[in-house]
């Protein structure tokens, strides 16, 4: 459920709810996350404050969200739109669900925090396990505080929790999740008459229409805001170069470390499972031994350990043949371990009991416990050391760097000092500065609103490392002169009236359609709900229009474009209504239930919420800050 939940998340509150793992990644910049003082506190949410820092980091993310989203806005039309208040809200709600949490008593146990820490890939090591010194390396590389970090991850885990409960409480009818794909699966099928635009005479456009366009559509005709940016990389690895490790120091480094060059005792394991749950009654007990003990039965009377397996194990309990690969001790339940490390290759279990029911075991082989040799990891070792070494430099050299790009000073001869180069672009588009950076959209759009000369204040997080940014040169968004776009409006007017005429026409040919069609050539098709009529672009309103249509019903004339004859008036008569395969409806109605669970399950978070924000003592102590709105 909560993967629905994230997987249908548009907003920027219920990023922040689920995101704050990705957020931590992501590098906001230098700034503090402390600093609660009374003239630094936008709101509080039953005394817990929300300081100006972090509002405007979560205002800063979505402007940029929204400014990717819709090109076309201004920061101005984004504030009047409300994106402050609508900020505030999201910050509010994430705060009033932890404090929720914390009252539900729905704390973050030890073991989930490490569950959830050492499944984190960034902190595992090349075999996918966790690796501490990885782990406060990469914090550090982040400018984060392990400490910081996990109040982070334990909020989520709490909140997680929250919307668990109410999962279980969004129980949804069947015959709905039915109702839902019948109508989300019906088709139908129709007859078209489509009239091209290119077929109808229009007179050229006056001057006067021509400028009166221009007018019109000076905001679409405009060129957008170009910089060229001065930027200098920083990553561990550009800090401190893997060559200046010596032999000495990487032989150190692997005698140190020797878990990191380690491989443990494995199994090639396979197995047969009959469920059971770990505090079943003495009958489901007697039940399940009772499978178990026919399953032995297959086994010694000559069927292979595969076919026993496939026969038995459900879908969730192992590949093909029981197959569970190699596997390590620490991966396994402890009954399962013992019992699976104390076979010989070949040998099958006695039954044996874990939390999950009772298996049999079967090895295949066993590989022992091994270390990389030193030469084949000495290049790795050198990568680390030179990585680790630079996660200590990283601050002083952003810090640096950000001073001179503060100062004025030119960023190349400041990047000297840490053996860095600059470089810098042509004056880009925001798009373009993006690909060209390697970054985000919404990440660079803090550099498109600085002037010439300009440095961007906080670092930007590009892969495994920051930018420091400084504008070089600015081209102002213009609309260019009349003349240079003359001949686009003139075509660009054409076409609109051709298209006009050609509506009326076909406004005049569906009522001659209505009364008799014989002997009009028609093409017939069939269309998905929300899908695209064959031959033709998706058009929500072609699909709107004919799935509002009653059976031998024409729609009026919809705007289409055809694939082979461009755009023009579309006409469709719906000639029949297609229900949806049975069969089809058998394979999907677990995954439709799911979903038709999780819509009631964001029905019943609507209602916590709007509960939770009745029940609230919230005051917000700088509306400026909010509105963007002096005084």
Not at 326 to 332: A, C, Q
């Amino acid at each position: 459920m909560l993967d629905y939940f994230r997987s249908n998340a548009q907003s920027f509150g219920v990023k922040c709810i689920f995101g704050l793992i990705i957020l931590v990644f992501i590098g906001w910049g230098v700034g503090s996350f402390t600093d609660r003082s009374a003239g630094n506190v936008v709101a509080t949410v039953n005394g817990e404050p929300i300081t100006i820092n972090d509002f405007e980091r979560a205002y800063q993310m979505a402007e940029s969200e929204a400014l990717t989203r819709n090109p076309s806005m201004t920061r101005e039309q984004l504030v009047a739109s409300g994106l402050g208040e609508n900020v505030l809200r999201d910050m509010i709600q994430q705060i009033l669900l932890q404090q929720a949490a914390v009252r539900m008593g729905l704390d973050a146990t030890p073991l989930e925090m490490r569950r959830e820490v050492e499944g984190i890939p960034a902190f595992q090591d090349k075999q996918g396990r966790f690796d501490p010194a990885r782990y406060e390396e990469v914090l550090n590389n982040r400018r984060m505080g392990i400490a910081a970090f996990e109040q982070s991850l334990a909020n989520q885990i709490r909140r997680d929790k929250i919307l668990t409960i109410l999962q279980d409480a969004a129980w949804t009818d069947p015959a709905a999740a039915k109702r839902h794909y019948d109508y989300l699966r019906q088709k139908r099928q129709v007859s078209c008459l489509f009239l091209p635009a290119s077929d109808a005479v229009v007179e050229a456009p006056s001057d006067k229409e021509i400028q009166e366009a221009y007018e019109a559509r000076k905001q679409s005709l405009a060129i957008p805001r170009k910089v060229a940016v001065e930027f200098v990389r920083v990553s561990p690895e550009k800090l401190v170069s893997a060559a200046s490790i010596s032999d000495d120091e990487v032989r150190r480094w692997y005698d140190e470390h020797p878990r990191s060059f380690a491989t443990p005792e494995q199994v090639k394991a396979a197995h047969i499972l009959v469920p059971l749950a770990p505090d079943a009654d003495e009958a489901a007990v007697k039940k399940a031994e009772e499978t178990m003990a026919a399953i032995r039965k297959e086994l010694d009377g000559g069927k292979s350990f595969a076919a026993v397996a496939d026969a038995h194990n459900g879908p969730q309990a192992a590949g093909p043949g029981g197959e569970l690969g190699w596997v390590e001790r620490d991966k396994l339940v402890k009954p399962f371990a013992d019992a699976a490390f104390a076979l010989e290759p070949g040998k099958i279990s006695d039954v044996v009991r874990s939390q999950f029911g009772l298996h049999l075991i079967k090895v295949e082989d066993r590989k022992a416990a091994s270390r990389e040799p030193l030469d084949a990891v000495k290049d790795k070792i050198r990568a680390d050391i030179a990585r680790e070494r630079g996660g200590t430099r990283l601050n002083e050299a952003l810090d640096g760097l950000l001073e001179a790009a503060i100062l004025g000073t030119p960023l190349d001869k400041a990047a000297v000092n840490f053996n860095l180069a600059a470089e810098k672009t042509e004056p880009l588009t925001q798009a373009a500065l993006a690909q060209a950076l390697g970054m985000d959209v919404a990440a660079v759009a803090p550099l498109m609103s600085l002037a010439a000369g300009m440095p961007l204040d906080t670092p930007l997080a590009a892969g495994d490392g920051y930018l420091v940014c400084r504008v070089a040169a600015v081209e102002e968004a213009r609309t260019p002169e009349l003349a240079a776009v003359r001949d686009t409006l003139e075509k660009t007017l054409r076409n609109e009236a051709a298209l006009q005429a050609v509506m009326k026409k076909a406004a005049e040919q569906r009522a001659t359609l209505e009364k008799n069609a014989q002997g009009v050539k028609l093409t017939g098709a069939t269309m998905d709900r929300g899908g695209a009529l064959p031959g033709y672009a998706p058009s929500a309103a072609v699909s709107d229009a004919v799935f509002a249509a009653e059976a031998g019903q024409w729609i009026p004339p919809v705007a289409a474009d055809s694939e082979t004859r461009g755009q023009g008036a579309l006409l469709c008569r719906v000639d029949k209504t297609l229900e949806p395969d049975a069969a089809e409806w058998n394979s999907m109605q677990n995954i439709m239930q799911q979903i038709a669970t999780g819509q009631r399950a964001q029905a019943v978070f609507s209602i916590f919420m709007r509960d939770l924000f009745k029940t609230a003592d919230i005051e917000v102590l700088n509306p400026a800050v909010v509105t963007r709105k002096a005084g």
